[in-house]
């Protein structure tokens, strides 16, 4: 999930670069909570590519892991890197742009780089599994204190 506005979807529908805050774990590791992200407002997308798409009043940021078409219609299904099935598919009026760069801390990442990570994320279910352990175990030591 997004920590956007409406302005930011404005802003992306009139072809301009937009920097939002992230919230959520669903792209752990490649995208933390309070990451800023680039959002470049592209409609073509490949498999592997970071989106931010439109769904119900929330923009969702997710990678693209399959591309079809049906009755003539393009339609892109997306999951998060920790989520184990894929989300349902969006098409491109939903999708609002690409993500070109994550900055945190001081450190940025290009959109090359997240390419060349994207074959690791083919252990995406591993991924998800380690993921959702992790924040288990987190959640049981702070109830512990």
Known sequence: ?????????????????????TSGPSMLPFIRTG????????KKMNIGDIIVFKRDDQMVCHRVVRVFGKDGIKYYQTRGDTHFSPDEPVTADQILGK???????????????????????????????????????????????
């Open 99 to 145: 993500v070109v760069r994550i900055e945190r801390e001081n450190v940025s990442f290009a959109r090359r780089s997240l390419l060349l990570i994207h074959p690791a994320l083919k252990f995406g279910r591993l991924n998800a599994i380690v993921i959702s352990a992790l924040i288990k175990i987190k959640n049981i030591c702070l109830n512990r204190h």
């Open 1 to 21: 999930m997004l920590k956007a506005s409406r302005i930011s979807e404005d802003i992306l529908n009139n072809g301009i670069d937009v920097r939002i805050e």
């Open 35 to 42: 990451d800023k992200i680039i959002i470049r407002p592209e």
